[in-house]
């Protein structure tokens, strides 16, 4: 059963930087709403237990920085994927998000 309040949006080509509070790693969006983002590409050492991260965004339209939680970890052998709840969406954010939502388009 779906338990999301928003869409998932797929994304391709948009990168992000995640901290954990101790290191830094690089990783691939995969997919966007405008509470949460799939996050691909995350090696092992990536600390999901940690309660806060912080994530910057880098794609065409900047930089866009958050705080966020770990909602689920896939392990995927020597990379993870997770996936993030977003404490506080940024109006560049829901904007951005909104773009994409009721279209076929891929970032």
């Known amino acids: 059963m779906e338990k999301r309040k928003h869409l998932r ?11 954990d509070g101790v290191e830094v ?4 969006v995969s997919d966007v709403s405008r509470s949460g ?5 995350l090696p092992e050492r990536l600390n999901v237990e940690t309660k806060k991260m912080k994530i910057i965004i880098s794609g065409k339209t900047g930089l866009i920085s958050m705080n966020v939680g770990s909602k689920w970890c896939a392990d995927g052998g020597a990379k993870k994927s997770v996936g993030v709840e977003i404490d506080y969406a940024p109006g560049r ?6 773009g994409f939502e009721g279209t076929s388009k891929t970032f």
Request: cysteine-free; overall charge neutral.
């Open 37 to 41: 983002i799939g996050i691909a590409g």
């Open 25 to 28: 790693f690089r990783g691939i």
């Open 93 to 98: 954010w829901t904007e951005f998000v909104m």
């Open 9 to 19: 949006i797929p994304m391709k080509n948009l990168w992000v930087d995640v901290g």
